[in-house]
Nanobody
Framework: VQLQASGGGLVQAGDSLRLSCAAFGRSFSMYNMGWFRQAPGKEREFVAAIRWSGDSTYYADSVKGRFTISRDNAKNTVYLQMNSLKPEDTAVYYC???????????????????WGQGTQVTVSS
């Protein structure tokens, strides 16, 4: 599986961005997907996850109510809609492949085995 993230950029506080992650390979619709981010000098942190079926999502408290994860299994793509962006959202954002046919959504990065290359999001104040 190869994952390619895109859609990052430089925006002002309060603006919106939509990240995309295209998956190349078989069986995208079989596995959960997640978004993580890593700010300079900080550890990678969980942002959001979505079940393989698209019927369940899970968010970090820091983005709940502002970010929305979604997926289009016909297009092998997962999205992260980010609204009301804050300077503290500045980071490199990574998409990752999670477990297959799992009902459990997790923020534990060890449960994700393939990672995209990351896309930079910079929010100015």
């Amino acid at each position: 599986v190869q994952l390619q993230a895109s859609g990052g950029g430089l925006v002002q506080a309060g603006d919106s961005l939509r990240l995309s992650c295209a998956a190349f390979g078989r069986s995208f619709s079989m596995y959960n997907m997640g978004w993580f981010r890593q700010a300079p000098g900080k550890e990678r942190e969980f942002v959001a996850a979505i079940r393989w079926s698209g019927d369940s999502t899970y968010y970090a408290d820091s983005v709940k109510g502002r970010f929305t994860i979604s997926r289009d299994n016909a297009k092998n793509t997962v999205y992260l809609q980010m609204n009301s962006l804050k300077p503290e959202d500045t980071a490199v954002y990574y998409c990752a492949k999670g477990q297959t046919y799992s009902a459990l959504l997790s923020g534990n990065s060890r449960l994700y085995d393939y990672w995209g290359q990351g896309t930079q999001v910079t929010v100015s104040s």
